[in-house]
């Protein structure tokens, strides 16, 4: 069992850069980042291959987010540029156990961090 830890959320203004972590307890193979705004489904953000060498980002975020991962020290990474109120939500991060094909579905995802709130002030 991988536990995931979050960290680097908080209250920024429209314009802003946040990054947020996620530390990983063991070796873990593709990871991602999904959020949940308040009233709505949790939704896919951005995705990482285990090497780094493939990403998957959302329409709303491309261009303005970029996905990164240190193997060494077991940590992902979601550095957030040009942030919108919009982007206002839980930020949960989530890898896979098996290396494959990065996706954007949550049900392939097997472990999950309790969350992290970005507040993006208009």
């Known amino acids: 069992q991988v536990q995931l830890v979050e960290s680097g959320g908080g209250l920024v203004q429209t314009g802003g850069s946040l990054r947020l972590s996620c530390a990983a307890s063991g070796r873990t193979a593709n990871m991602g980042w999904f959020r949940q705004a308040p009233g709505k489904e949790r939704e896919f953000v951005a995705g990482?291959?285990?090497?780094?060498?493939?990403?998957y980002y959302a329409d709303s975020v491309k261009g303005r987010f970029t996905i990164s991962r240190d193997n060494a020290k077991n940590t992902a990474y979601l550095q957030m540029n040009s942030l919108k109120p919009e982007d206002t939500a839980v930020y949960y991060c989530?890898?896979?156990?098996?290396?494959?094909?990065?996706?954007?579905?949550?049900?392939?995802?097997?472990?999950w961090g309790q969350g992290t709130q970005v507040t993006v002030s208009s």
């Open positions: 990482i291959s285990w090497s780094g060498g493939s990403t």
């Open positions: 989530a890898s896979t156990r098996a290396i494959m094909v990065v996706t954007r579905s949550d049900s392939d995802y097997d472990y």
